[in-house]
């Protein structure tokens, strides 16, 4: 990972406002480049059944690194970049500010802080800061959501998951539905022939969007989540190549994901 020299912006909120960049990376020689998720399950009410969901990572990346600023800074200055850097206690968009990582972002926080003072300019102060940061997972993320729209549905339906990570990729769905009404099967022949399904899906045209994270189904018809019709299993994707089978009145099916990228 290649981030000394380069300004960065962290919570949207740029540190060149301050002049601030890193000045140098410091990465175990010996970071393992893998890491498994620990899993908790929880219990959805509505639907009474427990679904796995991700807690957090093994070995998520760390590493320590030294901004320095090119002026001295003043002591409002220093307050508040703390307010802005230093005071997290939520993983924040940490956006590098280079073209090898256009579009790569960390969800991390910044701790165990030390001023660094020094001279600029015949003025003598606090001119940078070293600090750990902890992120969120062993890899960076893509910026945004990538959006899949499949050409053509059918039973002979493949997808590549490009994701570095080696397990499931779990996408937000969008089913545009016609006039037929009726079952929706979505089936990943690759995981097992796993099958994501709909019974009795109103035939007026409407768009059906499951939610992974939220562990939530909604339609555009409703206010009220659908679960009744949902047998629960939300569509999954394994690393690599994915050939997976679309049957029922689908007009359109979008995924909606972001992806796993090594730094």
Avoid at 117 to 146: H, I, N, Q, R, S
Avoid at 205 to 229: A, D, F, M, W
Wanted: some cysteine; overall charge negative.
């Amino acid at each position: 990972m290649h981030l000394s020299g380069n300004y960065f912006n962290y919570n949207h909120q740029p540190s060149a406002m301050w002049g601030l960049f890193f000045a140098q990376v410091e990465l175990s020689p010996d970071r393992r480049r893998t890491g498994g998720p620990e899993y908790t399950t929880q219990y959805n009410q509505i639907s009474h059944r427990h679904f796995l969901q991700q807690d957090k990572w093994e070995e998520p990346l760390t590493f320590e690194a030294e901004i320095v600023s090119d002026r001295v800074l003043s002591d409002e200055e220093v307050g508040d970049i703390y307010a802005w850097l230093f005071h997290e206690k939520a993983f924040r968009k940490l956006e590098p500010l280079s073209d090898e990582y256009d579009g790569i972002y960390l969800n991390c926080v910044f701790h165990a802080v030390e001023e660094i003072e020094g001279g600029v300019g015949g003025k003598y102060g606090t001119v940078g800061f070293k600090a750990t940061v902890l992120c969120d997972a062993p890899w960076g993320w893509e910026d945004g959501e990538t959006i899949y729209e499949a050409a053509d549905i059918g039973t002979q339906m493949a997808f590549q998951n490009p994701s570095i990570y080696k397990g499931y990729l779990y996408p937000t769905i969008l089913l545009q539905t016609g006039t037929r009404g009726g079952d929706i099967l979505l089936q990943n022949i690759t995981d097992q022939n796993r099958e994501t399904r709909f019974r009795s899906v109103n035939a007026t045209p409407h768009t059906i969007t499951l939610l992974p994270e939220t562990l939530e189904v909604r339609s555009s018809l409703s206010t009220e989540p659908l679960y009744n019709q949902f047998n629960k299993n939300f569509f999954r994707l394994l690393p690599g190549l994915n050939r997976f089978a679309v049957t029922g009145d689908v007009q359109k099916l979008t995924f909606q994901y972001r992806i796993a990228r090594l730094i």
